[in-house]
């Protein structure tokens, strides 16, 4: 057995095995990505988790693994949950406020409400505030369903302490996630008096759209210019908006799109991709505006990425 509990690396297999592996990897590669991304919000360190464990699927004695998707998961937790650990110390040094990196999903992602809640950018900022291990638990077990017991061989705890874990963390979780379902639908029709009022700079528009302690969250990366720090309230945020359009005399429009199973706005400065806008909406009012500038971060909005909790 290894460090896994589940099976020993053993001799090279025959070309036949080799290409069963592959087949047995790819269907379940989806899954494995989108607990790898939930954990650690990043489509490339997330993407380096995935290899690592199709590495070591390539190694093993598949012979000895009895249930190949939860082999997969467990690995593919632990390899995330190194990243996620090395992940925090480097965010330190990060310039401003650190956003997860928006991805381009298909519009009937937004209608599988678990999926699309689990991967929107307001939990995903919820889910920053946990320890590694505690996210690692919370996101295994609220979001996939998978026993205490699997989660225990993937975090390195007893059942126990993983029952507590996830108890713990899904009250941090339950304190600070929105309280209020609302429909794609909603959250379209709001970001589409956003859109008006941000490409005419209607000032009252905005006011109107945001509700009174919306907070705004820009992403920069010190390689575009963004907020230093989050700024609180709708008379801030609509005159920072306002004062920033005027000043920097540039042609904005906006595109909606679906970026993390979440309806979003797609942003362009002179025709020029400038970032992408996610949207935390209750009471049919934005509560939460996140501006993902860094063109670090950018690169999966082109294309869609397919998630599935499944």
Do not use: C
Not at 90 to 116: F, H, M, Q, R
Not at 176 to 203: G, I, K, M, N, Y
């Amino acid at each position: 057995m290894d460090e896994h509990g589940s099976a020993t690396t053993g001799p090279a297999e025959p070309m036949d095995g080799a290409a069963e592996a592959t087949e047995v990897f790819l269907a379940h590669r989806n899954l494995l990505f989108t607990v790898a991304y939930e954990m650690l919000g990043s489509a490339a360190d997330a993407e380096d988790a995935l290899q690592e464990t199709w590495l070591r699927w390539m190694k093993v004695d598949r012979r000895q693994v009895r249930d190949q998707r939860a082999y997969l998961v467990r690995v593919t937790t632990r390899r995330a949950l190194d990243r996620l650990r090395t992940m925090r110390r480097l965010k330190e040094d990060y310039v401003g406020p650190w956003l997860p990196e928006p991805l381009l999903t298909a519009p009937d992602v937004a209608e599988d409400v678990e999926l699309a809640e689990s991967v929107s950018m307001a939990l995903m900022l919820v889910l920053e505030t946990l320890s590694p291990t505690e996210r690692a638990v919370f996101v295994l077990r609220e979001v996939f369903g998978i026993s205490h017991e699997e989660i225990a061989a993937a975090v390195g705890k007893s059942s126990a302490a993983v029952r507590q874990i996830a108890h713990r963390a899904r009250r941090h979780v339950d304190a600070r996630r929105p309280r209020e379902a609302v429909s794609p639908s909603q959250v379209r029709a709001v970001l589409e008096s956003f859109r008006r009022a941000l490409e005419t700079r209607d000032l009252q528009g905005l006011l109107d759209v945001l509700a009174p302690q919306v907070v705004l969250v820009s992403d920069g990366g010190g390689v575009k210019q963004a907020v230093p720090r989050p700024i609180t309230g709708a008379g801030k945020v609509a005159h920072m908006i306002v004062n920033g359009l005027d000043k920097a005399q540039i042609a904005l429009t906006s595109e909606p799109t679906v970026v993390n199973g979440n309806p979003a706005l797609l942003l362009r400065m002179d025709g020029e991709i400038d970032g992408v806008i996610a949207a935390r909406v209750e009471h049919a009012r934005i509560t939460g505006l996140y501006y993902v500038r860094n063109p670090h971060k950018l690169t999966r909005i082109a294309a869609e990425t397919p998630l599935t909790l499944r």
